[in-house]
């Protein structure tokens, strides 16, 4: 079974503070790791994946994501919060070696202050 | 492209009647998720279809619950009969399957409310 666990159901940052959001995976294989965000009434949008290769992975809106094997995580990170990355944030995984559907974490609500 | 395109926005209904939920995937896509969420159990996979045949139903509840794909641009999630329990965001994604590395693409969601 694959599942992933995101242990904050809310992170609360200043605006231009460093960022995490943290997020840990169990699968049987080697997984493929995914980071989405959700605005408020809207679907979700694909922020970055780990596929394989650098365990540093950059995507949209300047955020990034370090992949640790060793500790089956996949935290995504800012250097810089702004107010508009307050957002619902969910991390996935799929397991490379049973089938196309994602498994999602229950989310991580970001709140960036003034 | 329009991405992946659902209707209805917003759908509010008496328990017991029926409800059909529509999507509309984006053009080239071979992978289609039908996800519900709610606040108390977050993102949970329903069915998902590669070519229009369905791969996995086994995250549907009950069989109150069908989906089907008739075509490659076009799938209905139906519920018969409704019930409160039901009422959550149903979204529909797609996927172009580059060896399971695809990213998901999701639709806006069509919100439920059973009464």
């Known amino acids: 079974a694959q599942s992933v666990a995101q242990p904050e159901d809310q992170v609360n940052v200043a605006e231009g503070n460093p960022l995490t959001v943290k997020c840990t995976y169990s699968v049987s294989g080697n997984p493929y790791l995914f980071w989405y965000v959700q605005y408020p009434n809207r679907g979700l949008q694909f922020l970055l994946k780990y596929i394989t290769g650098d365990n540093l992975v950059k995507g949209s809106y300047g955020f990034e994501a370090e992949f640790n094997k060793s500790q089956t995580s996949f935290h995504l990170k800012k250097p810089s919060a702004l107010v508009s990355d307050s957002a619902l944030y969910f991390c996935?995984?799929?397991?490379?070696?049973?089938?196309?559907?994602?498994?999602f974490g229950k989310g991580t609500s970001l709140l960036v202050t003034p | 492209d329009a991405g992946v395109i659902q209707s209805p926005r917003h759908e509010v209904t008496e328990m017991g009647q029926e409800v059909t939920l529509r999507c509309k995937p984006i053009?080239?896509?071979?992978?289609l998720f039908w996800y519900r969420q709610t606040m108390m159990r977050g993102l949970e996979l329903l069915i998902y279809?590669?070519?229009?045949?369905?791969?996995?139903d086994s995250g549907m509840p009950e069989d109150r619950f069908s989906a089907k794909m008739p075509n490659a641009s076009f799938s209905t999630l139906k519920i018969q009969p409704s019930e409160p329990r039901d009422s959550a965001v149903y979204f529909c994604a797609s996927s172009l399957g580059l060896g399971n590395t695809g990213e998901l693409f999701f639709g806006e969601g069509s919100r439920l409310t059973v009464l």
């Open positions: 279809f590669n070519n229009n045949v369905p791969i996995d």
């Open positions: 996935a995984v799929r397991d490379r070696n049973s089938g196309y559907a994602l498994n």
């Open positions: 053009s080239g896509h071979d992978y």
